[in-house]
Antibody, heavy 119, light 108 residues
Framework: EVQLVESGGGLVQPGRSLRLSCAAS????????MHWVRQAPGKGLEWVSG????????GYADSVKGRFTISRDNAKNSLYLQMNSLRAEDTALYYC????????????WGQGTLVTVSS | AIRMTQSPSSLSASTGDRVTITCRAS??????LAWYQQKPGKAPKLLIY???TLQSGVPSRFSGSGSGTDFTLTISCLQSEDFATYYC??????????FGGGTKVEIK
């Protein structure tokens, strides 16, 4: 059974940094691209970033480009999101999602980790 | 970036109703479209991919159609467990992946 477990969220002041982690199990992690998707309170889904199986291809939403860095450690079956220069508008539930075999859509999601940016 | 526009943003329906949700892409995306269902406090659930392919385990009352710029999600006979928010997502042009704004299906 595929499991994705996010961690690292919390309350952080504007301008500070936070690192999210996603621990994956139940599948061959280094066979799949992985993504982060966020959802602000009461709002819709927003794709944040994605990384290919070998980290050779990485993409970011314009809203986080230059501030967030996605990475992965295949030896540890883990996905990361380094978030710097955080803003109030980054407040959201951050989901880790596994890319499906057929393309960049998501059958498997974690439960999410909440990031609150506030002074 | 390709913009995905869903309509309506919300609707009220009764159990047993046929419900149709529309998603329009700002440019052609062939059939690279997925639909998700999300209930409060839960992660999204994949319903349909490739515009019309039902994800394994999803009830057959859900169906998807369309290609190019215009797509629909239809629930043929609404059940109580179907009251939720639905999102479309394009994966034709990546990055970025883009989602529609969501359609909340509420009980009439």
């Amino acid at each position: 059974e595929v499991q994705l477990v996010e961690s690292g969220g919390g309350l952080v002041q504007p301008g500070r940094s936070l690192r999210l982690s996603c621990a994956a199990s139940g599948f061959t992690f280094d066979d799949y691209a992985m993504h982060w998707v966020r959802q602000a309170p009461g709002k819709g889904l927003e794709w944040v970033s994605g990384i290919s199986w070998n980290s050779g291809s990485i993409g970011y939403a314009d809203s986080v480009k230059g501030r967030f860095t996605i990475s992965r450690d295949n030896a540890k079956n883990s996905l990361y999101l380094q978030m710097n220069s955080l803003r109030a508008e980054d407040t959201a539930l951050y989901y880790c999602a596994k890319e499906s075999d057929g393309g960049e859509y998501f059958q498997h999601w974690g439960q999410g980790t909440l990031v609150t940016v506030s002074s | 970036a390709i913009r995905m526009t869903q309509s309506p943003s919300s609707l009220s329906a009764s159990t047993g109703d046929r419900v149709t949700i529309t998603c329009r892409a700002s440019q052609g995306i062939s059939s690279y479209l997925a639909w998700y269902q999300q209930k409060p406090g839960k992660a999204p659930k994949l319903l349909i991919y490739a515009a019309s392919t039902l994800q394994s385990g999803v009830p057959s009352r859900f169906s998807g159609s369309g290609s190019g710029t215009d797509f629909t999600l239809t629930i043929s006979c609404l059940q109580s467990e179907d009251f939720a928010t639905y999102y479309c997502q394009q994966y034709y042009s990546y990055p970025p992946i883009t989602f529609g704004g969501g359609t909340k299906v509420e009980i009439k």
